[in-house]
């Protein structure tokens, strides 16, 4: 159990580019969550898959967000055209079938729009 | 999902129980009590959850009252290493993910 993974761990960017983030979930975990986390807050929920198919996506989710898991193993987040209101911590989650809600959180990507 | 009320901070001695109390009035017959708790720069970890009955792992112990609309989240022998914010989340088992928010949270500050 390796345990999830994301990369990178630190983004700063500029206003207008896009920027990607990977997440390599637990092996054997077919469900995996993005969430988004400013600084003083709790973590938001943005989308949930079920192997490769995305169930639910939060309204937070804007069209300059798309979410991806291609092949059911690790997905991607992209924001195009970033804000500096995009600036924050993406924590991504994995968990295993019949477990509820019993999550497996990376130590998060923070993304920095100047 | 039921919201949930929780104190912005506690503090608690190294080697004492920490007690962490969590409101939700208007929890609903199907949803579960989950705790989180992140530490700090690190994504949350799981720690616990429960329906109606006390729930004990080796992580903590969950105090579920009888009329379900509190909880409490008990460690036994707190850490330093327990420093860290504290969630309490209350979501039904096939309820969707949309709703469901960490809130704010309980900074617990272990105090050596």
């Known amino acids: 159990d390796t345990g999830v993974s994301q990369n990178p761990r630190h983004k700063i960017t500029k206003r207008g580019q896009n920027v990607t983030f990977r997440c390599d979930p637990i092996?054997?975990?077919?469900?995996l969550y993005w969430y988004r986390q400013t600084l003083g807050q709790g973590p938001e929920f943005l989308t949930y898959?079920?192997?490769?198919?995305?169930?639910?996506k939060s309204r937070l989710l804007s069209d300059r967000f798309s979410a991806e898991r291609p092949k059911g193993s690790f997905s991607t987040l992209e924001i195009q055209r970033t804000e500096q209101g995009d600036s924050a911590m993406y924590l991504c989650?994995?968990?295993?079938?019949?477990?509820?809600?019993?999550?497996?959180f990376g130590e998060g990507s923070r993304l920095t729009v100047l | 999902d039921a919201k949930t009320t929780q104190p912005t901070s506690m503090d608690c001695a190294e080697g004492r129980a920490a007690n962490l109390p969590c409101n939700h009035s208007?929890?609903?017959?199907?949803?579960?009590v989950y705790w989180y708790r992140q530490i700090h720069s690190q994504g949350p970890q799981y720690i616990i959850h429960?329906?109606?009955n006390n729930e004990t792992n080796e992580m903590a112990s969950l105090i579920i009252t009888e009329d379900r609309k509190s909880s409490t989240l008990i460690l036994p022998h707190a850490t330093l290493r327990d420093t860290a914010v504290y969630y309490c989340?209350?979501?039904?088992?096939?309820?969707?993910?949309?709703?469901?928010?960490f809130g704010i949270g309980t900074k617990l500050q272990v105090i050596p």
């Open positions: 989340i209350v979501r039904s088992y096939s309820g969707g993910y949309q709703k469901v928010t």
């Open positions: 898959f079920q192997n490769e198919a995305q169930l639910e």
């Open positions: 092996s054997e975990h077919n469900r």
């Open positions: 208007t929890i609903s017959g199907n949803e579960y």
């Open positions: 989650a994995s968990s295993r079938p019949g477990t509820g809600w019993e999550l497996f």
């Open positions: 429960g329906l109606k």
